[in-house]
């Protein structure tokens, strides 16, 4: 007998539109955060503890909810077992790197044309930042200003404008140069020019000019956008009843899983790892923490590493050859169901991205997916050391075929 489903995960790949609808307070967006009650990046956390970028998120987001008056405080807090942590990917969310989320850091909102949502916290910025596990009182004062400021101003302005179309942005974000998971620089650019004028007209003189120098000052500032967007059209397709597809890769720091179409809630896990580093001047590859983070996400739908070759610039921050990039991408799609129909890439003729990623063709091939992601410095409070280009290791795709044909 036929199965009614099948070709329905690509095609909710393929056809899912998803649109940027507002920024909220984590605790007004999903019922999952509250009182000493965060989400973190990655599968759940097991027995193996947690990695020092995400100890020192959380230090900082006990000080910022007024849990904690000190660092010291935090860490008794956290050591006593005396706050309830749960995975972004399990309640509707992502978040880069550590991926702390609490009450009040403001998350963007995203809803697919089928009136489910996803959400992911605003990005920081450059620098020392809560997401590499950074906690100094500039970090604090920021996520402050976002939340009081930054916030309430996109809200209005996506409001203004009607939301933005997250497919637009990403489809021109790879005519432009973007992959749109670690290289933003058109995406961003192209988000500022489309809120600035409800920006302006939402806040007052000041506000404004400091939202507008915000978001021109973080090239990264369209990641959070781009991995929410990412997350909404994997959780249609998590539900489209079409078993075997990848919905989900992401790292605690300790752990690395993956979700499946077809398994339900289940994570299928590894040990984490650091890829191939491309470390800033000054680092070694032993200052590396594992990866960590949900973004991405974003290979999941057909970009980042999926779409490397519509960005030859970001082998400056993540390694590898734009000389190869699309040989990469070509590997990329024997492993993976079809082509994009809307993210198409100039450089190979305006081809579609590969899209759809088969467990069982990744077992039959042996040939894992490719991500690149951001690097933090072991040591909580350290910041970001580099980024890298990560070959998943293969040992959760296997589990995930032996569950599926059993």
């Known amino acids: 007998m036929t199965n009614p489903v099948a070709g329905a995960a690509l095609g909710a790949l393929d056809e899912t539109g998803v649109t940027a609808v507002g920024v909220r307070p984590a605790g007004e967006v999903t019922a999952a955060v509250g009182e000493r009650r965060y989400l973190h ?26 849990e904690a008056d000190s660092p010291e405080a935090a860490a008794r807090i956290l050591d006593r077992g005396d706050l309830e942590l749960a995975s972004c990917h399990d309640n509707g969310g992502v978040g880069a790197m550590a991926g702390v989320v609490t009450p009040s850091i403001p998350v963007v909102v995203m809803e697919t044309d089928g009136g489910s949502r996803a959400f992911s916290p605003l990005n920081e910025g ?20 976002l939340g009081a400021v930054a916030g309430p101003t996109l809200h209005a302005a996506l409001g203004a404008v009607g939301g933005l179309d997250m497919v637009d942005l990403w489809a021109e974000g790879l005519r432009r140069g973007d992959e749109c998971h670690n290289r933003n620089v058109a995406s961003s650019a192209a988000v500022l020019a489309r809120l600035a004028p409800a920006i302006v007209a939402a806040a007052d003189r000041q506000d ?58 289940r994570w299928f896990l590894t040990k984490s790892l650091i890829g191939e580093p491309k470390l800033f001047e000054g680092y070694t590859p032993a200052d590396a923490s594992p990866v960590l983070g949900d ?32 040989e990469r991408v070509e590997e990329l799609r024997g492993i993976c169901r079809g082509t994009s129909s809307r993210f198409l890439i ?30 933090a410095h072991r040591e909580a ?26």
């Open 381 to 406: 409070g350290r910041g970001q050391v580099g980024a890298c280009l990560l070959r998943l290791p293969p040992a959760p795709f296997a589990e995930a075929v032996a569950f599926l044909d059993a």
């Open 126 to 145: 450059l620098g020392k930042a809560l997401r590499f596990g950074s906690y100094d009182p500039a970090t604090l004062d920021r996520l402050r200003w």
């Open 208 to 265: 404004a000019v400091d939202v507008l120098s915000y978001i021109g000052a973080n090239p990264h500032f369209f990641l959070a956008l781009s991995i929410a967007g990412g997350k909404a059209v994997s959780d249609v397709v998590h539900r489209s009843g079409d078993p075997g597809v990848v919905t989900a890769m992401s790292s605690n720091g300790a752990s690395l899983g993956i979700r499946v179409s077809g398994a339900g809630d």
């Open 41 to 66: 990046a990655g599968p759940p956390l097991g027995g193996e503890g947690m990695v020092g970028p995400l100890r020192g998120a959380l230090i900082g987001a006990l000080m910022l909810e007024g």
């Open 346 to 375: 100039p450089a190979e003729g305006f081809r579609g991205t590969p899209i759809g990623i088969d467990v069982h063709k990744v077992v039959a091939t042996g040939v894992t997916p490719l991500a690149n992601a951001g690097l």
């Open 295 to 326: 973004s991405f996400i974003a290979e999941t739908v057909g970009l980042g590493a999926f779409a490397l070759s519509a960005s030859p610039a970001i082998a400056s921050f993540v390694g590898g050859d734009p000389l190869t990039a699309s």
